[in-house]
C-alpha cells in the first residue's frame, strides 16, 4: 500500500477541466496515491472571487507543495498579469522542464528526444517594462529590463546538470546571445562552462550555440541535440520549437521545478476554440502527470503510463483530431484507461 500524496489541482480555464478529468483518470485507473485539493485560478479565479491567483489556491499549495495545473487564460497586453509567471515566482519554481519525445511515429521529424531546461524566474520576463510618452502619445517608446544574476544561473545550470547526469544525457548544449547581450546572457554563459569546468568535466559533453543559429540548427537536423538549457525568453521560444518538432503542443509537457515546490502542466494553453467541445487532446498533462509520478519516486505508475499513452497511440490507432485521429477526449481517455488495466 502505498503512502497517500497530497496534491493541489487546478483544473484551469477552456479545455483544463475536461484534460484534467481525463488526467485524473489515468491516474486512479493506475492506482496513484494522490489526495488532490482541487482549487481555482486564471479567469476561473476573477469569475469566482475576483482573483486569478486566489488566497486559497496558494494557501493550498503552501501546504501540498505539489500541483497538476490546468492551463490559466491570460489576457493580452492590459489586465492582469499572468497567474503562471506569478505562481513561478511566488514558489520560486526556477527550473522549466520540457522533454520532447517522438510518440507518434512517421512524422516530419522522426525519433526525437529531446530536453529543453529554461530558467523560469529571471531575465526579461521579470515584469519590469513600461512606456515613455511623448507628445500626446502614451505609447511612444516602450522599455523592459532583463535581469540575470550568477546565482539564479548557477542554480539552473546546476538542476540541468544533475538532471543530464542522472538521466543519462549525453550532451548539453548551452543556448544564449552573449554576441549582442553580451551582460545579460553572457553571464549565463559565463556560468555555464564555469560550473562545467568545476564539477561535471566528463561526465557528458558541453556546447554552446547562439539562439538564432540553435533555432535553425533545430530544424536542419534536430538529432545533434541532446538537452539544451538556456535563460527564460529563448527557452520559452524553443520549447514550443521543439514540441512542434513531436507534434505540435497537445503531447507536450511541462514541470516547473523549485527547491521545495513543483506544478506540473501541460505546455499548451486553454485553447478556447475548442473548450467545451470534447475535443482536446489529454496527452500533453498526462505526460505532465508522469513527471509527476516520477518526481514523486514512482518511476514505475511513469513508465506504465507512458507506455499506455504510446500504445493507445499506435497500437490501438486511437488518436484526436490535432493528431489526426477522429476521437474526441473521453473516448481517448477510456483507451487509455483499459491500457493500464490491460
Ligand atoms: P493554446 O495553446 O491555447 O492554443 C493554440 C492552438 O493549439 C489552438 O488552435 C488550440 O486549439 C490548439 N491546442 C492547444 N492545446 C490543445 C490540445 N490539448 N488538444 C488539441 N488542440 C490543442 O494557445 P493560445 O490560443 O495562444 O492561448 C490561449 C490562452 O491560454 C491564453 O489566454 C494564454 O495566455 C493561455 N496560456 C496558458 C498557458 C498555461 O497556463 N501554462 C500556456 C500558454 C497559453
Redesign the pocket.
Known amino acids: 500500500m502505498t503512502t497517500p500524496i497530497q496534491a493541489t489541482l487546478i483544473p484551469?480555464?477552456?479545455?483544463g477541466p475536461e484534460?484534467v478529468d481525463a488526467t485524473v483518470a489515468a491516474l486512479d485507473a493506475l492506482g496513484a496515491p494522490f489526495e488532490w485539493d482541487r482549487q481555482i485560478a486564471?479567469l476561473g479565479g476573477v469569475q469566482a472571487c475576483g482573483d486569478p491567483l486566489p488566497e486559497a489556491t496558494l494557501q493550498s499549495i503552501r501546504r501540498t507543495r505539489l500541483a497538476l495545473?490546468?492551463?490559466?487564460?491570460?489576457?493580452?497586453g492590459g489586465g492582469y498579469r499572468?497567474?503562471?509567471v506569478r505562481l513561478r515566482e511566488e514558489f520560486q519554481l526556477y527550473a522549466n522542464l520540457r522533454p520532447a519525445r517522438t510518440i507518434v511515429p512517421g512524422g516530419r521529424f522522426d525519433k526525437i528526444d529531446l530536453v529543453v531546461v529554461r530558467e523560469n524566474l529571471e531575465g526579461l520576463y521579470i515584469g519590469h517594462e513600461h512606456y515613455v510618452k511623448i507628445d500626446n502619445d502614451p505609447h511612444a517608446v516602450a522599455m523592459a529590463t532583463g535581469i540575470n544574476t550568477r546565482a539564479g544561473g548557477r542554480r539552473l545550470l546546476e538542476f540541468a546538470f544533475d538532471h543530464a547526469v542522472a538521466t543519462g544525457r549525453k550532451k548539453v548544449t548551452i543556448v544564449h546571445k552573449a554576441n549582442i547581450m553580451k551582460a545579460l546572457t553572457g553571464l549565463f554563459l559565463e556560468t555555464g562552462l564555469e560550473l562545467y569546468e568545476s564539477k561535471y568535466k566528463g561526465k557528458f559533453e558541453l556546447d554552446t550555440v547562439i539562439i538564432d543559429a540553435c533555432a535553425m540548427k533545430l530544424v536542419l537536423n534536430p538529432w545533434q541535440f541532446d538537452m539544451l538549457v538556456t535563460t527564460n525568453l529563448f527557452g520559452d521560444i524553443l520549447s514550443d520549437l521543439v514540441a512542434g518538432l513531436v507534434g505540435?503542443?497537445?503531447i507536450a509537457p511541462?514541470a516547473n521545478i523549485g527547491t521545495d515546490a513543483a506544478i506540473f502542466?501541460?505546455?499548451?494553453?486553454?485553447?478556447?476554440?475548442?473548450a467545451g467541445k470534447g475535443?482536446?487532446?489529454?496527452?500533453?498533462?498526462m505526460l505532465a502527470a508522469a513527471m509527476m509520478l516520477d518526481h514523486v519516486k514512482l518511476p514505475d505508475m511513469a513508465t506504465k503510463l507512458r507506455t499506455a499513452i504510446d500504445d493507445t497511440l499506435n497500437i490501438d490507432k486511437v488518436r484526436?483530431?490535432?493528431l489526426g485521429g477522429k476521437a474526441g477526449t473521453a473516448e481517448f481517455t477510456k483507451a487509455v484507461v483499459s491500457r493500464i488495466r490491460s
Open positions: 484551469g480555464d477552456g479545455i484534460i486564471g495545473k490546468g492551463p490559466l487564460e491570460t489576457p493580452t499572468s497567474s503562471n505540435g503542443l497537445g511541462g502542466e501541460a505546455v499548451h494553453g486553454s485553447a478556447p476554440d475548442i475535443l482536446a487532446n489529454p496527452i500533453a498533462l484526436t483530431g490535432d
